[in-house]
């Protein structure tokens, strides 16, 4: 039953947003059609049947589905070949493709596309439908093809136009400067003013100046009624691989563009909105592809303009969808008389103003980013030039290969110092970098002390073979081999063909990290001087890491450069020997640190107000959405240790002596408590970190949020003599060890309840 929480909620968001999506949907269905070569009316039975059907059963709440762009192409050219009736068959099949792929679970298999290909895709058919569209703003009809209205272009712009272009440009003219017009109504004439969206306007001043100035130009022309003249579809004659084929087409590229349009959703959802069900989704869309199929509509996707729209007007829940389909629905029953005003020129300039939009540098420049600008346009240059299929094909080819290139990347580096001999292997080390590893390692002198360094993470066995070979040999001409420690026990466990599973697997240790190895410093002796200062350590520092850790950094950092995405807060000492990212073993964009002396976290309302803590409890709750919250504690804690001395100590400091008043409640739990077996500072420690995870609990948004699983609280303990993390048992009000061997089933992290 329907609550009034849920009644209010319907009414203040998803009822508004409805409506603004159900503006912005109907001129881009209709123009849609047109574009196709598919019946007007087609165009509004799809943007129905994909409100109401797909936004009922879809498993993503906030995506609008409908006839969509990217589908244009495929869509014209299978109208043309095998006829309308035809064609509302091919989209019930693809329909029924659909939910088989939806009900299989196989929606995220999907996604494996890469996104070059698939925006580089959408970008071709926005370019063949932005070429299609201007000639019939200029008053002509669009060529067989891409390349033809190219050619074409030039003889239409020197031509005799005819109204239709004053249309046009009136239309592209509304749609450009609406946003920037002053609103002259204040309060709820204002409001609505502003939310209306430019392509209303833009329709509606078209249709009234060709109905003003009875103007002579060509208009929508619907049937009496919805489904006037209404005909079950027809299969297609014609080689049945080919039918197939466009069968498969359809499904997969409209699966494809609702899977990428539900995931950006997604990342768009406010508080509250559940995450998207990708198979239900899918399985929702084949539903509606096949009803629009009978009914005689355009096939539908989950379309990013629409949805972005839903969200950006404030939709909630799925109710937006369904009510914008129903707002169509009762438009297409009352005003079929007014829609028939709308000339198409006015429908073909809003596509063309749509696509140029479309045509967004910020993906490119997300692409260069990764490195895929030139699968991106590759694919668009292939679907203007080729064709759609042929398109795709050229740019999954293009990626493929640079998937192949990637993998085979390898970097051999061999030098000479100090009588030994240097090689350091690093990348993919597959049958392909075989020769060019062989022909490094000839350099190395017969009878001399190599220190072979294989920092690879992959090596297949044709590789390991020549490594094993080389080493054989050189070793036996008096050589010496010495692989680094941990690459030793796994080398000598493929030569003994040991295949028992390893207790656990550690990451190389880089001989170039400042804090590791320390006692190979000899590398550089100049530093080992006594008045070398600080600063001079801390750039030559700087200086290894742009000589070693940048090659292998950049890929990630520059897929973080712009958002990140962290789901753990992690709120720890400022302590010199505690590394958040080494005993997590967590690297760039994984957690979210706030670091203070201590460890401490400022109960709600305390008189010693603290807004630097609170405002990261804030952002990363409310903004980056983390799932857990960790306080991490140490022994030999100097905070602590004052604390215990009972502040005598920092008498001097005050900003010290003031922030440590928050540690007020975990000295008088500790003075409460039994005394153990651990060292009183030790005990500190603990208590310390229960204590700040019960301070967390006094921040009412924050409970709120525990209390509904949403987020979890979790206590850690490192052990600076073991260097072992201990984590907290809540029930037992202790700390236990982590175990070294994961278990076959994980439990559940102990939690704060």
Known sequence: MTSRPQIVGFLRRDLPASFVVFLVAVPLSLGLAVASGAPVVAGLIGCIVGGVVAGALGGSPLTVSGPTAGLTIILASTVQNYGWRATCAI???????????????????????????????????????????????????????????????PGQLAG???????????????????????????????????????????????????????LDVPRVELPGSLLEGWQPPVMPSG????????????????????????????????????????????????????????????????????????VNAGARTRYSTVMHGLWVLLLALVCGPLIEQVPLSALAALLVAMGVRLLDNARVRDLRNHGEASVYFITLGGVVAFGLGEGVLLGIGVTAWMALRRLTRLSVDVEEADGRWHVMVSGSLTFLGVPRLIGMLRRVPAGSAVDLDLNVDFMDHAAFEAVHDWRMTHERQGGEVDIDEIHETWYERRVTGDMTPTRKSFPPVRWWAPWANRWRRSENPELDAPEVSASALLLAGVREYHGQMVPLVRPIMAELAFKQTPEHLFITCVDSRVVPNIITASGPGDLFIVRNVGNLVPRHGSRVSDDSLAAALEYATNVLDVKTITVCGHSNCGAMAGVLAGGAEIDHLPGLSRWLKHANHSLARFLDSEPGAEPPLSRLCQINVRQQLDNLLTYPWLRNRVEAGKLELVGLYLDLETAKVHILDRPAGSFVPVPDEAPDELPDLPTVS
């Open 91 to 153: 989209t019930f099949m693809a329909g029924l493709v659909q939910l088989a792929l939806g009900f299989g679970r196989v929606a995220r298999t999907a996604l494996a596309v890469s996104p070059a290909v698939v925006q580089g895709m959408l970008a071709g058919v926005t370019v063949v439908l932005i070429l299609a569209q201007i000639h019939i703003v200029l008053g002509g009809s669009p060529q067989h093809s891409a390349l033809a209205n190219i050619r074409e272009l």
């Open 239 to 310: 080689p049945v691989p080919e039918i197939a084929g466009v069968v498969i087409a359809i499904a997969v590229l409209a699966g494809v563009e609702t899977l990428l349009t539900s995931v950006s959703m997604d990342r768009m959802r406010p508080d509250g909105v559940p995450r998207a069900d990708l198979d239900r989704e899918l399985a929702g869309q084949g539903a509606a592809n096949t009803v629009s199929g009978l009914l005689g509509g355009l096939p539908v996707a989950g379309v990013v303009i629409r949805s972005t729209a839903n």
């Open 160 to 214: 005799h136009h005819s109204h239709a272009v004053l249309i046009g440009l009136l239309t592209i003219a509304v749609l450009l400067a609406w946003g920037r017009l002053p609103v002259p109504w204040r309060g709820v004439a204002g409001t609505v003013a502003r939310r209306i969206p430019a392509p209303l306007p833009a329709i509606v001043a078209a249709a009234v100046t060709a109905w003003a100035l009875n």
